[in-house]
């Protein structure tokens, strides 16, 4: 099968499994798409893990207007093939924070380039972008803690107003933390030196007492 008619079988199973008052709930809370079936996230990967990966067919779903196919593509793309000259095409699909998270969470956290990835996306003003990348590395087994202490900055800098960047930042400084017990001495230093925003507010206000746990 080519591309389309494989699309054509997996939206098949897709849509045995559609609610339309999930779709209508998430559509009020402002996660947009151009279709959306209401499929639940679990049941979305129990039906892609049935697919073989193929990193072609991730990419022509991922640019369908349709929710389902843009999750499963996340999941069928293997993360060897994703690299630098990759990362433009991943950052124009994220249209919102569901898809940045899960973009993050089943591709993103995999791939070998994640340094290069954050020290690029996270200085991006859209913070979509920035917030996958940062949630990326709060589950990449390469991040670094300097490369992530730089992201940081940037994230904030070019987003300082974003409660999203705020979560991201506090995922990846807690990550970081718990895999690199030094860097918990960088960490204050690090937020002192931030300019004040509502950005950091939230930093500071989750990370007073979560850093006391790690």
Known sequence: MDNTQRMISLLGKL????????SESMARDGQKYGLNYGVSIATIREIVAQE???YDFAKY???QQVRELKIAACHLAPESSVDTHEFPFWSRGIINAELAEELAFALLSKIYDINSLMGIWTTESNELVAYAALMAAS???????EVAFIAVEN???A????TL????????LCYVAEHDKSAKVGIPVLLERLAPSRAKE??????????EYL
């Open 202 to 211: 939230l930093i500071l206000e989750e990370l007073e007492w979560r850093l």
């Open 139 to 145: 589950r990449n087994v390469r991040t670094t803690t």
């Open 165 to 172: 960047i705020a979560q991201g930042v506090i995922a990846l």
């Open 15 to 22: 849509r045995k499994q559609m609610n339309g008052a999930v």
């Open 155 to 157: 994230a904030v800098r």
């Open 159 to 162: 987003n300082p107003e974003s």
């Open 52 to 54: 073989t990966p193929d």
């Open 61 to 63: 779903l991922y640019k």
